[in-house]
């Protein structure tokens, strides 16, 4: 997988990408980021009432023990993510910021905080993309080899020079997709009648 293409990321930002142009910082975790996902989600709730169908912590920061870029990542999950004027004017009045709009790739939308560092990610209720991320967390949660796989492999490519940090992102979907082959392996098999709980 090698991910947008720079004109794919030039196109899919509104107002354009910061060019990083540098490694990529990593924190160690921080028990705190839990809390601030709390506080965050409890705002987005606020302010969008029922169009709110589920809110979830996930990424780097909602792994305890793993270091991550300190940005909490949420995923917003709303009726139909293509209609922005359900949700986007009142979550931009609460002080996010609509920064990235992906039409081909689920419908995609990414708005920043100003308050803390936070990128929510908006999809569509039933979008599979929210089941991987989902997945991958939980599954990170419960299994220590391949937290320190993934945390290994982050560290070895933050540790490289980045045009965007997009790139970064995009260089660990090998791992990734290793990672949650045996997530759903695992999945599976906790599902067949007669395995092992």
Known sequence: MSGPSDEEIETAVIGGPTVHDRTIDLAEYDPAWPELFSGE?????????????????????????????????????????????????????????????????????LLKG?????????????????????????????????????EETKRELASRRWKYVQHYANAKSRVVEQILARANRTDDSSTVPGAAP
């Open 41 to 109: 989600a409890a705002r987005i709730r606020k302010v969008l009432g029922p169009a709110v169908l589920a809110v979830e912590h996930v990424g780097s920061t909602a792994v305890p023990g793993l270091a991550a870029k300190p940005i909490i990542d949420i995923v917003l999950t709303v009726r139909d993510s293509s209609d922005e004027a359900s949700y986007v004017s009142a979550l931009e009045a609460a002080g996010y910021v609509l920064r990235i709009r992906e039409s081909e790739w689920f419908e995609h939308r």
């Open 114 to 150: 100003l308050d803390i560092d936070v990128n929510v990610h908006v999809f569509s209720a039933g979008c599979a993309e929210i089941d991987r991320m989902l997945s991958f967390r939980d599954h990170l949660r419960r299994d220590d080899g391949d937290r320190r796989l993934y």
